[in-house]
């Protein structure tokens, strides 16, 4: 079933999308050659307990293997769920990081890619071009299109740059779970799928990538890398479905206010 929210809905979402932007902000902060995921995460964990609410990844459980962190940080070839651990970040990575944020009955999602240093150009266009198929995706999200509209969108737009859509992940509702129907994947026809509806909310989150679409799962069950092991980008808002224009509750304001002051992550 798909559960349309009442507009307070969407005020807390909001509310929620806000300190979601916040956290990944006090991430961003520290994002450097040398940091460990594992510091990253537990800033994230820090932050959002210090504002009342909860990471809405920690401990989420899939078949019952609990996910042991508040943020998922995908590293390089990495394209989503990645596991924080010792590893310290490098000149020349990029990091996926994608963060929920849990308070007052509903959630926010939301993902954004750093690249760090020297990153390659045409690593940094993956970043730029997957970004921008957000945005593609996104502009769909209006009353009366269709699922398959949003896909369509951002396939086409990153296919015709070289890139490859990830097919077996895909974007979800977002309310009091987590995860919601429907399913939003990031490839599709135009026209295919359920109908949006005014105070549907969405996450919208392209996951692109620079070689094959192929991706393989690792067996901590968790961590998913592309098959020819090249990098991987990934960005995601929680938008709601309204006639004209898509309301986009999540917010990359913040981290981009720490990108422009940071001396280690590119502004792309």
Same mark, same amino acid.
């Given at each position: 079933?798909?559960?349309?929210? &009442? ?13 979601? /932007?916040? &956290? ?22 820090? #932050? ?7 990471? =809405? #990844?920690?401990?989420?459980? *899939? =078949?019952?293997?609990? #996910? ?5 940080? =995908?590293?390089?070839? *990495? ?62 999200? *209006? ?5 398959? +509209? ?11 740059? /070289? ?64 098959? +020819? ?20 509750? &999540? ?18």
């Amino acid at each position: 079933m798909i559960y349309l929210k &009442t507009n307070s809905d969407l005020e807390v979402i909001r509310e929620n999308g806000i300190i979601l /932007g916040q &956290t990944h902000a006090e991430v961003a902060k520290l994002i450097k050659p040398g940091v460990t995921t594992k510091e990253l995460d537990k800033v994230a964990y820090e #932050f959002i307990k210090d504002n009342n609410s909860t990471p =809405s #990844f920690l401990n989420y459980n *899939v =078949s019952g293997n609990k #996910f042991p962190a508040s943020l998922c940080i =995908s590293v390089n070839d *990495v394209v989503v769920h990645g596991i924080p651990n010792n590893y310290q970040l490098k000149d020349g990575d990029i990091v996926s990081i994608d963060c929920g944020v849990f308070k007052n009955g509903f959630h926010a999602d939301s993902a954004y890619t750093y690249a760090i240093g020297k990153v390659n150009e045409e690593t940094l266009r993956l970043l730029k071009t997957t970004k921008e198929s957000l945005y593609q995706g996104i502009e769909q999200a *209006v009353l009366g299109k269709r699922i398959g +509209d949003i896909g369509f969108a951002i396939q086409t737009y990153s296919e015709k740059l /070289g890139f490859t859509i990830v097919r077996e992940l895909v974007g979800h509702g977002v309310g009091k779970s987590l995860h919601e129907k429907p399913e939003v994947a990031n490839y599709g026809r135009r026209g295919d799928g359920a109908k949006l509806k005014e105070n549907m909310v969405i996450a919208i989150e392209p996951m692109v990538n620079q070689g094959k679409k192929a991706i393989h799962q690792e067996n901590d069950g968790w961590t998913i890398r592309t098959q +020819d092991r090249k990098p991987s980008a990934h960005f995601e808002h929680t938008v709601a479905i309204k006639k004209d224009k898509a309301d986009i509750l &999540t917010t990359f304001k913040f981290i981009e206010e720490v990108i422009a002051k940071s001396e280690y992550i590119v502004n792309i």
